[in-house]
Structures are given as structure tokens and as C-alpha cells.
Nanobody
Framework: QVQLVESGGGLVQAGGSLRLSCAAS??????MAWFRQAPGKEREFVVA????????YYVDSVKGRFTVSRDNAKNTVYLQMNSLKPEDTAVYYC????????????WGQGTQVTVSS
């Protein structure tokens, strides 16, 4: 049974940091990704990481500020978010992909990140 559970969201001031975690089960061998959806907007891709962690791909708007990592021994994927901006406010979703940068096969329930100005 596949389960993706995000945690670590919250309220932070602009310029601050948050670290999101995604506890994953049933997706051994999968690439993982983070997406986000701001109010009134479509869900957008943020970053993906391969199963080995050796390959990553970031959307331009977060490059240099966000860092994705994974610990396969702990079945957990992380998203370290630094220098947060109000426009980063969104619900952040963890996702599992059989193929790196392929279609999403499984979604988490999301965690809210709010950045105040």
C-alpha cells in the first residue's frame, strides 16, 4: 500500500526557512517530486529527485533557494526551503514517479506553507 505523508509546513516570515518532509511507503525505487499549489492557481512542479538522489531538477523560481534530498534508509524525502518569499505560499505536495520527471503515480495530501511579508 502506497502512502505519502508530508509534514513541516507552517507560517514563516519572508527570508526565513522551512524544511518539509515526506514519509513514503510502498514506493521503493521511485523518483520523488515536490509540487505546490497557490490559491487560485494550478498545481505546479517544484523539484524532482531520482531514486538514487544523483539527479535533481528544479523549477527556475526556486533554484539556489530550495534543496531536495532523500534518505532511502528512512524512506523520507526532504525539501529544504531557504530565503522564502511570499510568492512561495502554497500547499506543497509530495509525489512519487516511476520514471524521473515522468508522470506522477501517487500524491500525498499536502502541507500548507505560508510566507508573510
Amino acid at each position: 500500500q502506497v502512502q505519502l505523508v508530508e509534514s513541516g509546513g507552517g507560517l514563516v516570515q519572508a527570508g526565513g526557512s522551512l524544511r518539509l518532509s515526506c514519509a513514503a511507503s510502498g514506493v521503493r525505487g521511485y523518483a520523488m517530486a515536490w509540487f505546490r499549489q497557490a490559491p487560485g492557481k494550478e498545481r505546479e512542479f517544484v523539484v524532482a529527485i531520482s531514486w538514487s538522489g544523483g539527479s535533481t531538477y528544479y523549477v527556475d523560481s526556486v533554484k539556489g533557494r530550495f534543496t531536495v534530498s532523500r534518505d532511502n534508509a528512512k524512506n523520507t524525502v526532504y525539501l529544504q526551503m531557504n530565503s522564502l518569499k511570499p510568492e512561495d505560499t502554497a500547499v506543497y505536495y509530495c509525489a512519487a514517479e516511476k520514471i524521473f520527471l515522468g508522470k506522477v503515480d501517487y500524491w500525498g495530501q499536502g502541507t500548507q506553507v505560508t510566507v508573510s511579508s
